[in-house]
């Protein structure tokens, strides 16, 4: 009797007993490689990729497994788009606004200069429109992104010598992430995008004269206060970023339903831990400059209100000349406006309060 009639007449216990088994299609393993911006060292936002990527092989019971390469390994830094869009790599962890030079509409997706803060940020892109008009601007990019980790607030960076002034900033040569260097280019200073790897050479060799990076457990970890002394506040270019997870299209859609649904899973788990880590870590890592004699200061209101007014003509030239800039910066400011206006009342009362409060 052939296969096919001992299935037929026996049935499965038939076929059980007389020790035949029937084809079982396993879902194949699925094996990706992640391409980060960022280098090993720093373990809050390298880290979220490593934080995505266990969360995925968990969740799959081993199925699907996603390798991360620092920045460097498979590709520059800067060079994760490019390799995403090519296919190359079918995912990579990044700063969405490193690549504005493509279109400042990348900005958007990472952090704007008095843009909104983490919580308000995450819920325009989570329960807003963010998401969708991103994914739109990203589909010419073979792009789908997710939520990859928020860093809070950061600092306004480390300089040399102190800023009084807006008249301090004209020519200085200020390393800064994304597009705030817009904004300083506008105020008469001169932006330097270069990796987080390569700050402490820079300000070391007087190559610059300022940099920023993220805030006080990242910006520890780079020795930084070692060659420059005064660490400003607030970094208003980044009142927080959304790191993100570019995932290739192709890629993407060619995944069962059940392991796209990993991807986002996985994703929300490498925000919320990453944004928590940041929390957490800061404020002792602020204690521990502040006791190796860094000088921690405000920027002035004049630089606060020259950088803001700077920065609205940065936004009224590309409301005029970039037309995916106009589209998703009017939901985003819209979005902005409410959301300043509630935490003014709740989120915001109950933070002054607290913060004059002794614990």
């Known amino acids: 009797m052939d296969r096919r009639s001992l299935i037929k007449n026996a049935g499965i216990a038939g076929v059980l007993a007389a020790g035949v088994a029937p084809a079982v299609h396993a879902q194949a393993a699925v094996r990706w490689r992640l391409a980060s911006s960022f280098p090993k060292s720093l373990d809050t936002i390298f880290g ?42 079918e995912i990579a962890h990044t700063a969405p606004y490193y690549f504005f030079g493509k279109n400042e509409a990348f ?18 892109m989570v329960d807003g429109n963010g998401e969708k008009l991103m994914r739109e601007f990203y589909a010419q990019y073979n792009i789908i992104d997710f939520i990859g980790g928020n860093t809070g607030t950061q600092m306004g960076g480390w300089f040399r010598k102190e800023v009084k002034s807006p008249e301090d900033i004209k020519g200085l040569k200020f390393r800064i992430g994304g597009f705030g260097g817009r904004v300083i280019e506008r105020m008469g200073g001169v932006p330097q995008n270069i990796p987080g790897g390569e700050i402490y050479q820079a300000l070391e060799k007087g190559t610059i004269d300022a940099a920023e990076w993220i805030g006080p457990y990242d910006d520890q970890k780079l020795g930084i206060n070692k060659v420059a002394p005064f660490y400003y506040y607030p970094g208003w270019w980044e009142g927080s970023l959304n790191l993100s997870f570019y995932a290739n299209d192709k890629a993407f859609n060619g995944l069962s339903d059940e392991n796209k649904a990993i991807i986002k899973a996985a994703s929300y788990e490498a925000h919320v831990t990453t944004q928590a880590r940041y929390d957490a870590r800061n404020p002792g890592a602020l204690k521990q400059l502040v006791g190796a004699k860094t000088k921690v200061l405000p920027f002035p209101q004049s630089v606060m209100d020259a950088s803001f007014k700077a920065a609205k003509e940065v936004y009224a030239d590309l409301n005029a000349k970039n037309p995916a800039w106009k589209k998703i910066y009017a939901d985003y400011l819209n979005f902005q406006r409410d959301e300043v206006l509630w935490f003014r009342f709740a989120e915001g009362t109950f933070d002054n309060f607290m913060q004059r409060q002794k614990l």
């Open 48 to 89: 979220a990729a490593e934080v995505f990527s266990n969360a995925v092989k968990s969740m799959s019971g081993g199925k699907f497994e996603v390798s991360v390469h620092a920045a460097g390994e498979l590709m520059p830094a800067f060079g994760v788009v490019d390799g995403v869009q090519n296919g190359t790599v």
């Open 107 to 124: 900005a958007i997706g990472g952090a704007i200069p008095f843009g909104m803060n983490s919580r308000q940020l995450t819920a325009w």
